[in-house]
């Protein structure tokens, strides 16, 4: 009892620690993958065509391992060997720019194992609250979104001191203890398969596909995080040259990154006290109010000071739609899909908005500018702000552990 009692109080810590250290792995990588690539000649074209890859990637790749956690293998030990696959892949990224096509494979090979991680770590730090009331996802999300900002700093000086390749060193020594903080986080069931041994049925991969959209509440919710992100996909990927036509350098772009790194940190401690005064349901419809100023913000941006400080407006809304938008999947969905949810809610938000996003921008670039996309943008996220309070309004699944009527 005593064991249980004290692996309970060091749970809060190891899921802690392996948000931070994923987190800066995550962001050696990523955040810098752009300049690696073209350090080794691979052109900017090239580096669009392996990004739109990898959103390519993570939409099939999150929802068959959120399904996966949830009916075959514990969501711990899918962690776990992603986590140790990343580490090795990741040395041979710069093994294979002898050629694009072998850099785009090995890069896409890395982004499976990194990118995977992020939905993963958040269904099971949710699922783990239940039976630990010390472990607030929060917190943990926010300490991720911290070590951000100071690996930004740490590999940008890096790079400096020894080179671009230096960013698949620091990606495995960040990895490595991610690893084992993993290590000391308990598992839980996979509720799906816990669910057929106790004869309540068993979801296949289609059936749960099709129960979860079957779900009004979610179904509206995606529809509204479809329409709310399609342009905060945009926003990451042009930012930089919304900066530049505002004369701004490199500097003042990692000032923009490094203010919203550090800014979601606070919004974030401070969501659980929100949440209790206001409920959940408020403060994410809250958040997503900030999630369409800030597509009017950037509309509206007429100088690079504004264009740097608004990074504040995103860091409040990160800040909060992320604790707030988990918490409210994890009430209207069955528990045996709750990694099924939250995978296919990230699928929407980073793969199918990073593709129509950017492909879109692509348009207004041709023939408009990037204020008018922004303008158009700001109408989308308002009609999705319109979804989700339609999401907001039904009522939950009747009994979260029980399989939806029809599926």
Request: with cysteine; aromatic share 12%.
């Amino acid at each position: 009892m005593n064991k249980q009692r004290q692996r309970g109080r060091g749970e809060p810590w190891a899921i802690g620690a392996a948000y931070g250290f994923y987190y800066m792995a995550y962001t050696a990588s990523f955040s810098f993958m752009a300049v690696f690539l073209k350090s080794r000649s691979i052109t900017d074209a090239q580096v669009g065509v392996i990004y739109s890859l990898m959103a390519a990637v993570s939409l099939v790749a999150q929802p068959l391992l959120g399904y996966l956690a949830d009916s075959k293998v514990p969501i711990k030990w899918i962690v776990l060997a992603l986590m140790g696959g990343a580490i090795p892949v990741g040395f041979l990224v710069p093994l294979a720019t002898s050629s694009f096509p072998l850099a785009a494979a090995a890069v896409l090979a890395l982004a499976f194992f990194d990118q995977s991680l992020v939905t993963l770590l958040d269904s099971w730090t949710t699922q783990a609250a239940e039976k630990n009331a010390r472990i607030v996802y929060s917190v943990a999300r926010g300490i991720g979104a911290f070590t951000c900002a100071v690996a930004g700093f740490l590999v940008g000086r890096a790079i400096s001191a020894w080179g671009e390749g230096t960013i698949f060193w620091l990606h495995a020594a960040f990895m490595a203890p991610a690893l084992v903080a993993a290590c000391l986080f308990a598992s839980v069931p996979c509720k799906n398969r816990a669910g057929q041994r106790q004869g309540e049925g068993h979801y296949t991969f289609w059936q749960a596909g099709k129960a979860l959209l079957k779900n009004r509440a979610f179904a509206l919710l995606l529809g509204g995080l479809l329409l709310l992100n399609i342009g905060n996909r945009a926003v990451v990927t042009y930012l930089p040259m919304l900066i530049g036509q505002f004369g701004g350098t490199a500097g003042d772009q990692g000032m923009a990154v490094t203010m919203m790194s550090v800014g979601v940190f606070p919004f974030m401690l401070l969501y659980p006290k929100l949440e209790k005064r206001f409920s959940n349901k408020k403060v994410l419809f809250f958040a997503c109010v900030l999630v369409v100023g800030r597509s009017l913000s950037f509309a509206l941006a007429g100088s690079l000071q504004v264009a740097i400080y608004m990074q504040l407006l995103e860091a409040a809304a990160l800040g909060l739609y992320n604790p707030a938008l988990i918490r409210y999947t994890a009430s209207v969905t069955p528990q045996r899909l709750r990694s099924s949810a939250i995978a296919l809610s990230a699928a929407v938000q980073v793969a199918v908005c990073g593709i129509v996003g950017n492909a879109l921008a692509s348009l207004f670039l041709a023939y408009a500018s990037l204020r008018i996309m922004f303008v158009v943008y700001t109408a989308l996220a308002a009609a999705g702000l319109c979804l989700v309070g339609f999401s907001l309004r039904q009522k939950p699944v009747s009994d979260p552990g029980e399989r939806p009527a029809g599926a």
